[in-house]
């Protein structure tokens, strides 16, 4: 398909994923609008410095998904729908978990609304695999059990219901989704790479949490390909993807692994403060990408290495954007 002149929304749209998947939207020809979250600096989060009001195919709008009326008007008009826009950061879901309920529940089914009553030809929503919890079994297939594991997850696998429910309920041509830890340039340091990252290049101490939890990492490009892959294909109306390299590293060998990349003297420094909930802790993710390979091609193209030293680069000339001597939740 050509995104050429098509009318297309990006919800959460200044955050670390949302503004890549804007980066490709606009090389591909679409006119974007771009959704992000309302603030009183008129800041557009990772947008900000890219583009401005003169970008041509542009339109960046400040709003809430969680105001009805705000995503209506949004909403209309628009040919194709990605809905990214939430609160992801775990640790402060144990704090604040009201504020998950209404932006990730909420918000979803107020998008899905003002698709279904907009008619929008494509909606892609997104999931995460941390909906999962600790694996049953390995790798993860899109039948794996879902597990709120954290008031994160559990809102998340509220929002991923909703989405299903307006497909199976009116039709909504919505398509779900799922991807595994994304990382890459303008990550938050909420993420565990840019944490590491960050202290690897301003100290020789690296305070981390627990070592043993593996994840599946797929590098951002590889991501926003597979959000374009999924709206341009048909034959994935009504389903669950999941996206992910299919191979797992532990935290403990991926800080090791950065460490040799961006300060080889640094030294790891466990800190029980970074520690999730034991019963919280979702202790292995690992991709089982089957069924998106199968249905629209999509495959990771970039290697960890790769991801890595483009993303340590990336973050070497953007250090002051950081909080190195922070733990960020």
Known sequence: MKWQGKNVLVTGAGGFIGSHL??????????????????????WGMLEGQYNEKTPDLTVIAGDVSDTLFVKKAVEGKEFVFHLAALIGIPY???????????????TLNVMQACLDAGVKRVVHTSTSEVYGTALYTPIDEKHPLQGQSP????????????????????????TMRPFNTYGP???????IP??????????????????????LTYVADTVDGFLR????????????????????????????????ANPKATIVFEMG?????????????????????????????????????TINWMKEHLPA????????
Request: charged share 20%; glycine share 8%.
């Open 22 to 43: 804007v980066d490709a939207l606009l090389l591909s020809g679409a006119d974007v609008t771009a959704f992000v979250h309302y603030n009183a600096r008129d800041d």
């Open 152 to 175: 994160y997850s559990a809102t998340k696998i509220g929002a991923d219901k909703i989405a299903e429910s307006f497909y199976c309920s009116f039709d909504l041509p919505v398509t």
């Open 186 to 192: 303008r990550q938050s340091a909420r993420a565990v």
């Open 93 to 107: 879901s144990y704090t604040a978990p009201e504020s998950y309920v209404t932006t990730n529940i909420k918000g």
């Open 230 to 261: 999924l709206a341009e294909s048909k034959s994935v109306i009504g389903k669950t993807l999941n996206t992910g390299t299919g191979q797992g590293i532990s935290i403990g060998e991926l800080a090791d692994r950065i460490i040799a990349i």
């Open 195 to 216: 944490t590491i990252i960050t202290q690897a290049l301003t100290s020789d101490t690296v305070r981390l949490g627990s070592l043993t939890p593996v994840r599946d």
């Open 322 to 329: 950081y909080k190195s001597g922070v733990y960020t939740v």
């Open 274 to 310: 970074r520690i999730r909930p034991e019963k919280s802790e979702v202790m292995k993710l690992v991709c089982d990408n089957t069924l998106v390979q199968e249905t629209t091609g999509w495959r990771p193209r970039h290697t960890l290495d790769d991801g890595l030293h483009a």
